[in-house]
């Protein structure tokens, strides 16, 4: 079973201030994805990266995957009471035959105004 | 917009109780998941299904059973509930699986204890 490893668990800072979240394994992945989750919803997706190396943007929020493709980051520049919630990494695994999807325990993001 | 449902927010039981945890999604997908997710576990897969009666299990099937009767509606059943069954549980669906750009849609939870 691959595992994920996000850090930090749980994040509290003002607004305004910027923040990186990561993802890290020890295994190579076909993609990864980011998802947020608000507290009484479902995750929703926000990104999946899929290149070595990319860096994909979302308004304030830059997502890289890194060259390897074992791990990934989370940047959020000057950060909003909205973006609260719990931030999850998935990776996927799609080699021959086989398909898995692995989550993170996530980061819990706690934006004071 | 996808829209996935699940039949209750807050669930009360009782052990040894029968749960059923009803899901629906309105955008025609052929595959749907059930997850649950504690605090410190993260998201954990219970059932999968790929096709109306057809199923899968995840990592953690111990205790569960699934239903796909109809290719909207996935339903998660707790034969006899037990205490460590207490948590949130998502269901999810997906028009595609096995490809790398794979999107879940997720249903809002059902938080379900059991007493």
């Known amino acids: 079973t691959q595992l994920l490893e996000q850090s930090p668990q749980f994040l509290s800072i003002q607004e305004g201030e910027n923040l990186t979240v990561y993802c890290n394994s020890s295994?190579?992945?076909?993609?990864l994805q980011w998802y947020r989750q608000e507290p009484g919803e479902g995750p929703v997706l926000l990104v999946t990266?899929?290149?070595?190396?990319e860096v994909k943007k979302l308004k304030r929020l830059t997502f890289q995957f890194g060259d390897a493709r074992k791990d990934s980051s989370l940047h959020i520049t000057a950060a909003q009471p909205g973006d609260t919630g719990l931030y999850l990494c998935?990776?996927?695994?799609?080699?021959?035959?086989?398909?898995?999807?692995?989550f993170g325990k996530g980061t819990k993001l706690s934006v004071i105004p | 917009d996808v829209k996935v449902t699940q039949s209750s927010r807050y669930l009360v039981k009782r052990t040894g109780e029968k749960v059923f945890l009803e899901c629906v999604q309105d955008m025609d997908h052929e595959n749907m998941f059930w997850y649950r997710q504690d605090p410190g576990l993260g998201l954990r897969l219970i059932y999968f299904s790929y096709d109306v009666k057809m199923k899968e299990k995840g990592d953690i099937p111990e205790g569960y059973s699934v239903s796909r009767e109809k290719k909207e509606r996935f339903s998660l059943i707790l034969e006899s509930a037990s205490t460590n069954q207490t948590s949130m549980y998502l269901c999810?669906?997906?028009?595609?699986?096995?490809?790398?750009?794979?999107?879940?849609?997720f249903g809002p939870g059902t938080r379900l204890t059991v007493l």
């Open positions: 998935a990776g996927v695994d799609s080699g021959a035959g086989s398909y898995q999807l692995t």
């Open positions: 999810a669906s997906s028009l595609t699986w096995g490809g790398v750009t794979d999107t879940q849609y």
């Open positions: 295994s190579v992945f076909s993609s």
């Open positions: 990266v899929v290149t070595g190396g």
